[in-house]
């Protein structure tokens, strides 16, 4: 099966650099993806990992280690509006079939 | 291109009655995924299907839980004899067919908040 572990909250200050971790289990393995949900709201997809190094998209980049199973999402210059939680997704299998599955999420509190 | 659409965006039942969630995919897409969150929970997996075929139900409960992509119209996710605890916001999302090493890029529908009196 696949498993992922990821801290349950952060709290980081506006303007800051925050880092969320996730490592991951999963046979046959193709790449790690994060999301980001606001309360109330859908998960949306903010980025795709799966060669090593990191990825980089304006204030967020996302870094993959396949050697250690192991991933994060940076997020630079925060704001108040990047109160969210933060989702990893491993993508893993064999055959034809692909399975995603979801970490239970980061809740990260931006404080002025 | 109109996104994912759920409908209804909030339904309430009381224990025992039938629960009927609808999901259109995104144009274009034939792969249809059903999720199950609780407050301050995560996203739990429940079913993956396409057009006419499940492809992996393994997180779906093996009763009173059916889903179904048929070949015209929406997917359904159907729970029969609601109980309190299938209170919970159900999300379907949607991706397009694509090769293995693709993008697994997943898009997400605003969620179905079903209530369970």
């Known amino acids: 099966g696949q498993s992922l572990e990821q801290p349950s909250e952060v709290t980081a200050v506006e303007g800051a650099i925050v880092q969320i971790n996730c490592t991951y289990q999963t046979s046959g393995f193709y790449g790690l993806s994060w999301y980001q949900q606001h309360d109330g709201g859908a998960p949306t997809f903010l980025s795709y990992n799966a060669l090593d190094g990191l990825e980089e998209t304006g204030r967020f980049s996302s870094f993959l280690s396949r050697s250690d199973s192991y991933g994060y999402l940076l997020l630079q210059e925060l704001q108040m509006k990047d109160s969210a939680s933060y989702f990893c997704?491993?993508?893993?299998?064999?055959?034809?079939?692909?399975?995603?599955?979801f970490g239970t999420g980061t809740k990260l509190q931006v404080i002025p | 291109n109109a996104g994912v659409m759920q409908n209804p965006r909030h339904l309430v039942r009381r224990r025992g009655q039938e629960a009927r969630l609808r999901c259109s995919p995104m144009?274009?897409?034939?792969?249809v995924y059903w999720y199950r969150q609780l407050p301050e929970e995560g996203l739990k997996f429940m079913v993956y299907l396409q057009k006419e075929n499940i492809i992996d139900e393994s997180g779906m409960p093996k009763e009173r839980f059916s889903a179904e992509f048929p070949k015209e119209g929406p997917s359904i996710l159907r729970i029969q004899q609601v109980v309190r605890g299938d209170s919970a916001a159900y999300f379907c999302?949607?991706?397009?067919?694509?090769?293995?090493?693709?993008?697994?890029?997943?898009?997400f529908g605003p969620g179905t908040r079903l209530t369970v009196l």
């Open positions: 997704a491993v993508k893993g299998g064999s055959g034809g079939y692909q399975k995603v599955t």
């Open positions: 999302a949607s991706s397009p067919p694509g090769l293995a090493g693709g993008n697994n890029e997943q898009f």
């Open positions: 144009k274009g897409h034939s792969h």
